[in-house]
């Protein structure tokens, strides 16, 4: 029987799966949640060759400060010669990720085994 990881925060859970990092995030994305997320990412994301998946599927809401945390870990993953993946399937979520422009740089995927499952992309600087 697998056992979970207790959450980091209540906000963020971290664990590993298929030699990625998964980082589920997890209820309302906002301000206070993303200051309390950030220091953890930071920490996953400083590692050279990182293998990362954000995970969204366990959030109600998502803000402005939610996006600032997914492009400044995109950023600090490619820097590091790593990869990023994305797992949402949140309607509203989806759409904030097209109108920004978010999706076209960390395209979204709807579960996580179809984010594993998919080839790794070459990075872009």
């Not at 809401?61 to 994305?86: H, N």
């Amino acid at each position: 029987m697998r056992q979970e990881p207790a959450p980091l925060t209540r906000h963020l859970r971290v664990r590993q799966e298929r030699g990625h990092t998964v980082l589920e995030l997890r209820g309302e994305i906002d301000l206070a949640a993303a200051s309390e997320i950030a220091p953890h990412l930071d920490r996953e994301t400083d590692r050279p060759e990182a293998r990362i998946v954000i995970d969204l599927s366990g959030i109600d809401f998502f803000d402005c400060s939610g996006l600032r945390l997914l492009y400044r870990a995109r950023s600090r993953v490619l820097e590091r010669r790593g990869q990023m993946l994305l797992v949402c399937a949140h309607p509203l979520t989806l759409r904030v990720l097209r109108i920004t422009g978010l999706a076209r740089l960390l395209p979204p995927q709807p579960t996580l085994d179809a984010a594993l499952e998919r080839p790794e992309p070459t990075p872009r600087p």
